[in-house]
């Protein structure tokens, strides 16, 4: 077995969450907007499991199903959009022929191990949206077209710095911008991280999946 039956794979995401954000807090660290960047990651993974509870039944249901849908796919993209939180690590020179620099080296630990931790968010999250389309045939599509939206949040937020809420508060300046912002190089991006988020799904996602009994 992956894990002891006492530790389901929600509550080790939470025991790590709150160990790294203690991490963070009480260290001296460059990295504090890693406090906020894994809160919002964290907060969709939560959101994640509340999707089959939410999924609508009945008309009077859905106002309530679709205001946790839509929250879910405006947070989501925060998760794997940690990534590329990586490029920080440019901010120390890692010149490791001159000798180990310890302050790099617990810099490079601290961003790596929230990166590997949002992947773990990742894999889980994506697990709990596919089982929202057990069985259906057009779950692989609706995946697909997942994963591409994530890819085209994580866009919008790392290179038009706008954020989920943008979407409530400025819609028109957000599509705007990313229409405006399309390119030949922005395509790839969005293609690159969509593949990378495959990827990730296709080694690991499998393993990880359990009974949704918790």
Do not use: C
Not at 102 to 114: I, K, T, Y
């Amino acid at each position: 077995m992956l894990m002891n039956e006492h530790m389901t794979v929600r509550n080790k995401a939470r025991l790590l969450y709150f160990a790294y954000l203690a991490l963070l807090i009480v260290t001296e660290n460059s990295f504090s907007f890693m406090i906020f960047n894994s809160f919002l990651a964290f907060a969709a993974l939560e959101i994640s499991y509340l999707l089959p509870l939410f999924r609508p039944r009945s008309k009077a249901e859905l106002p309530a199903g679709l205001f946790v849908y839509l929250l879910f796919l405006l947070m989501s993209p925060n998760v794997f959009y940690i990534v590329t939180d990586l490029i920080h690590l440019n901010a120390f020179p890692f010149r490791y022929t001159a000798g180990l620099a310890f302050r790099e080296w617990w810099h490079f630990f601290l961003l790596v191990a929230g990166v590997l931790l949002a992947l773990f968010f990742y894999v889980i999250m994506v697990e709990q949206v596919r089982g929202l389309f057990a069985g259906k045939r057009l779950g692989a599509l609706a995946l697909l077209i997942f994963v591409l939206l994530e890819s085209v949040g994580i866009f919008i937020g790392r290179f038009l710095r706008f954020h989920s809420v943008h979407l409530f508060t400025e819609p028109l300046a957000l599509l705007r911008q990313f229409i405006d912002s399309l390119s030949r190089d922005a395509i790839l991006f969005i293609g690159w991280i969509s593949i990378l988020q495959l990827m990730i799904l296709w080694m690991f996602a499998h393993p990880l999946k359990e009974k949704r009994n918790d």
